[in-house]
């Protein structure tokens, strides 16, 4: 099995509805996103994907969130923006764009030590 994994960042605010505490409050990150692709062989160049394509597929969509307050965002209006739903969200958008290959997890880092991993299962 072959890895490649790029990253980026992107900065919102948000709230977490249903939660007490702080984080009920806006607020906002500095988020750090991950993403990796795999296949079980290399096309016919010898990779996985490009680096290159596959970041700016992520960061196209990260655009749609940066200096955002996501809770206004329509897809986030019903879905509570939790790093994991944010993960989620990337990886839903992310499918399908580059359609010969297979993104296996995105991690959503909130702060330098507190991520959110989403891995599809076998349905997805």
Do not use: Q
Not at 76 to 102: C, H, Q, R
């Amino acid at each position: 099995m072959y890895e490649v994994k790029v990253k980026s960042k992107f900065s919102s605010a948000h709230y977490l509805r249903g939660y007490k505490g702080k984080c009920e409050e806006l607020h906002g990150h500095n988020w750090h996103v991950e993403v990796v692709s795999c296949a079980g062989e290399l096309n016919d160049i010898g990779m996985v994907v490009d680096f290159g394509e596959l970041k700016k597929e992520l960061n196209e969509i990260l655009r749609c969130l940066d200096h955002k307050h996501l809770n206004e965002l329509e897809y986030f209006k019903t879905v509570n923006p939790t790093s994991e739903n944010i993960a989620k969200y990337l990886y839903d958008n992310l499918t399908g764009k580059i359609p010969e290959i297979k993104i296996s997890t995105v991690t959503v880092w909130e702060t330098d030590s507190s991520a959110a991993i989403y891995v599809p299962g076998p349905y997805s």
